[in-house]
């Protein structure tokens, strides 16, 4: 199977607090999972990615957490500001093929 | 800064015209992608070029064809087009994951 599903559709944080968004895959074959961030009226931008040789990877307040056993793969954005508020993309690929599966999507709105 | 561009930001075409997307980039990338994006879900994949006149399908090929002359160009073709192919059409280049800011088709 080749879907990636992606939770919640849409989420509402305050300002400060901790942003969370899931993904589940189901093809074992997926070796890199990117996440992407789109602001209305632009396309997705590479935000964080993390291959499953690692179960956690941080960039500044953004987190990738990654259970490979399950299947699944997480978000999480620390601090949360409302210059995050934007639309969050998984996705998932075989490493080196930039064919990419996308989740559905997730809309941020961080309040001020 | 890698730098994909989208010829048109809004287009609207009538049912059974046929319908050109084009895209550039000016990193001299040699994979180049198109998606569309829906509402509830998210982006799919179309057609890719991983050089100059390859081509392969997507998981959403159907109605759709591409060209790649050029090593900066790779156009979506949309034969004839319908109104379920009403929708944000998004080009990418790798290997940086570059989108466009996407061609927001309208086919009435």
């Known amino acids: 199977q080749q879907q990636v599903k992606q939770s919640p559709q849409s989420l509402i944080v305050q300002k400060g607090g901790i942003s969370i968004i899931n993904c589940a895959y189901e093809?074992?074959?997926?070796?890199?999972f990117p996440w992407y961030q789109q602001f209305p009226g632009k396309g997705p931008a590479l935000l964080i990615a993390?291959?499953?040789?690692?179960s956690e990877k941080k960039e500044g307040r953004f987190t990738i957490s990654f259970n490979k056993s399950a299947k699944q793969f997480s978000l999480h954005i620390m601090d949360s500001q409302p210059g995050d508020s934007a639309t969050y993309f998984c996705?998932?690929?075989?490493?080196?093929?930039?064919?990419?599966?996308f989740g559905t999507g997730t809309r941020l709105k961080v309040l001020a | 800064d890698v730098k994909v561009t989208q010829s048109s930001r809004y287009l609207v075409k009538r049912t059974g015209e046929k319908v050109f997307l084009e895209c550039v980039q000016d990193?001299?990338?040699?994979?180049m992608f198109w998606y569309r994006q829906d509402p509830g879900l998210g982006l799919r994949l179309i057609y890719f070029?991983?050089?100059?006149?390859?081509?392969e399908k997507g998981d959403i090929p159907e109605g759709y064809s591409v060209s790649r002359e050029k090593k900066e160009r790779f156009s979506l073709i949309l034969e004839s087009a319908s109104t379920n192919q009403t929708s944000m059409y998004l080009c990418?280049?790798?290997?940086?994951?570059?989108f466009g800011s996407g061609t927001r088709l309208t086919v009435v």
């Open positions: 990418a280049s790798g290997p940086t994951d570059t």
């Open positions: 093809n074992t074959a997926f070796d890199y």
């Open positions: 993390i291959r499953p040789d690692v």
């Open positions: 996705a998932a690929s075989n490493w080196g093929t930039y064919k990419y599966i």
């Open positions: 990193m001299d990338h040699e994979n």
């Open positions: 070029s991983y050089d100059v006149k390859m081509k």
